[in-house]
T-cell receptor, first 115, second 109 residues
Framework: DSGVTQTPKHLITATGQRVTLRCSPRSGDLSVYWYQQSLDQGLQFLIQYYNGEERAKGNILERFSAQQFPDLHSELNLSSLELGDSALYFC??????????????FGEGSWLTVV | QQQVKQSPQSLIVQKGGISIINCAYENTAFDYFPWYQQFPGKGPALLIAIRPDVSEKKEGRFTISFNKSAKQFSLHIMDSQPGDSATYFCAAGYNDMRFGAGTRLTVKP
């Protein structure tokens, strides 16, 4: 158990809908990262927050948004869902930013299926 | 926006053999190079990591070789075991962490 908690574990929704994925980082970790993993697509970096502020942004679509709250938990909001958004979404956390060599710890992921 | 290129995509090795996975990066600002291991249905977990000030790091059967001038690094798994069968990701980080596409390793008994 990495200490990173993600909910829900599985989610099935229809195209055009909106969903929210939730993440609680490890105790003491200030950074939260979101990654998308599709079949044969590897881990695509979406966005990183550090202590409530956006720190880095990757291939995140405009239909997606995220935030980190004062208690450090984070939410990833996915709207106007398309079939291609079906993927495993990982949240990860670290004490600081990876530039200082902090290990990133991953949650178990949230499986999103768009039908 | 693939800043880390990983090869091969899949690898089949006999038990006891050496598994070698290679990665190349583009951004010279990267200063932390971890390898992650992912089993089906699980999140990736840190396996071993290296900083660019050393050329090699060994932990048990796992070794990272790092070539700063070539901007390449590799994972060597010695005496590969069926339990090593998993997907391996290289990554490179500075302010954020970028991952390679992954290598699916199968170790045949």
């Amino acid at each position: 158990d990495s200490g990173v908690t993600q909910t829900p574990k599985h989610l099935i929704t229809a195209t055009g809908q909106r969903v929210t994925l939730r993440c609680s980082p490890r105790s003491g970790d200030l950074s939260v990262y979101w990654y998308q993993q599709s079949l044969d697509q590897g881990l695509q970096f979406l966005i990183q927050y550090y202590n409530g502020e956006e720190r880095a942004k990757g291939n995140i679509l405009e239909r997606f948004s995220a935030q980190q709250f004062p208690d450090l938990h984070s939410e990833l909001n996915l709207s106007s869902l398309e079939l291609g958004d079906s993927a495993l979404y990982f949240c990860a956390s670290s004490v600081g930013g990876p530039g200082s060599g902090n290990t990133i710890y991953f949650g178990e992921g949230s499986w999103l299926t768009v039908v | 926006q693939q800043q880390v290129k990983q090869s091969p995509q899949s690898l089949i090795v006999q038990k006891g053999g050496i598994s070698i996975i290679n990665c190349a990066y583009e951004n010279t600002a990267f200063d932390y190079f971890p390898w992650y291991q992912q089993f089906p249905g699980k999140g990736p977990a840190l396996l071993i990591a290296i900083r660019p000030d050393v050329s090699e790091k060994k932990e048990g059967r796992f070794t990272i070789s790092f070539n700063k001038s070539a901007k390449q690094f590799s994972l060597h798994i010695m005496d590969s075991q069926p339990g090593d069968s998993a997907t391996y990701f290289c990554a490179a980080g500075y302010n954020d962490m970028r991952f390679g596409a992954g290598t699916r390793l199968t170790v045949k008994p």
